[in-house]
């Protein structure tokens, strides 16, 4: 299976299954599951800590690299999917609405190429 043929709602479903079989709802407080987050956010940033952007982008060269930046990477992803199954947050709206956002605060014509507000003024 791939993300061109899994759906969201089948990862849902795979994460909370997961969670069910070993009664762990009562330890995913959002609270916790923010905090579980944060932890493997930061387990995938040591992955790329002290080296170029280029190096970084490099990490797609190497297969064993890529594993485990793919393992942290699945992590931060498995607490988000979980945070949403006990908050009952129909992810895939949360994600449209913030990107609709996005399209407003950052119109395209205006920071094509561009990363901030004063880096448009530049132009």
Not at 20 to 37: E, V
Request: proline share 3%; net charge negative; with cysteine.
């Amino acid at each position: 299976m791939s993300d061109a043929t899994t759906t969201l709602a089948e990862l849902k479903r795979l994460v909370e299954d997961f969670v069910d079989r070993r009664d762990w709802h009562r330890f995913h407080a959002p609270k916790n599951l923010a905090m579980s987050m944060a932890i493997e956010a930061a387990e995938l940033m040591e992955h790329f800590q002290w080296i170029s952007a280029e190096e970084s982008r490099r990490a797609a060269d190497d297969p064993q690299r890529l594993a485990a930046i793919g393992e942290e990477l699945a992590d931060v992803l498995c607490y988000a999917l979980a945070m949403s199954n006990e908050l009952g947050l129909d992810l895939a709206s949360a994600i449209r609405g913030k990107i609709a956002k996005n399209e407003q605060k950052y119109p395209a014509d205006e920071y094509r190429g561009r990363y901030g507000p004063e880096d448009t003024k530049k132009g």
